[in-house]
């Protein structure tokens, strides 16, 4: 395939993953945050969600599902999208409140937040998955696949995992044993070695840990 093949496809990807913000626009809404999380298997960090409101004419080609893409390349879209979104927001819930109040509510906490973090109000939300969120006070659709079929959630995945990524990476150095910076917290035999000849560090979620110490 030659690369304006490449990009022609890209180009195709691109305008079939705009179709949900292309709707909401033609009906008046300017502003459309794609939200989507990260983080929530694994058995330590925190879940990040992001919020990103793109403009009506981005044309970034490559924005996709962030678990399809290298780390290399979500760094590189993470920037770009940064500088050509209209705004964008993260949110943090850290282990002890995904403690509290289960991952899942931990991940709607998440998306609020990163949705009132914006500089833009939005008039509507896309949010990954099959559900709303109760803290987001606006009209939503929640999308199943969402970060596979619009390019507002994908977007919003992208930044996400690139910087949840990088805080486990730091992590690595603060609570070294647990190879957290290549499984980013995820359970994986070295991270249950460490686990087993540590046991659990600060930042592990006590909650998912039951039956494997």
């Not at 070294?176 to 249950?192: D, L, R």
């Amino acid at each position: 395939m030659t690369k304006a093949e490449r990009e022609e496809k890209l180009r195709e990807r691109l305008n079939a993953m705009l179709a949900h913000e292309r709707a909401l626009w033609g009906s008046g809404r300017s502003f459309i945050a794609g939200v989507d999380e990260v983080g929530r298997g694994p058995l330590a960090g925190p879940v990040v969600a992001a919020a990103v409101v793109l403009p009506q004419d981005f044309d970034v080609l490559g924005v996709d599902d962030s678990k399809k893409l290298s780390p290399g390349k979500r760094a590189q879209l993470a920037e770009t999208i940064k500088a050509k979104a209209l705004a964008w927001s993260l949110g943090w819930v850290w282990p002890d409140r995904i403690d509290e109040v289960n991952i899942l509510n931990a991940t709607k906490e998440a998306m609020a937040q990163a949705v009132a973090g914006l500089s833009v109000k939005p008039d509507h939300a896309l949010i990954d998955g099959n559900f709303t969120v109760r803290g987001i006070d606006l009209p939503q659709t929640a999308i199943i696949k969402g970060d596979a079929n619009s390019t507002s959630i994908a977007a919003a995945s992208i930044l996400a995992k690139v910087a949840r990524d990088a805080y486990m990476e730091e992590q690595a150095a603060v609570y070294p044993g647990y190879a957290f910076e290549s499984n980013k917290g995820y359970g994986t035999k070295a991270h249950y070695e460490g686990l087993r000849a540590l046991g659990p560090c600060p930042i592990h979620r006590r909650s998912f840990l039951s039956g494997l110490l």
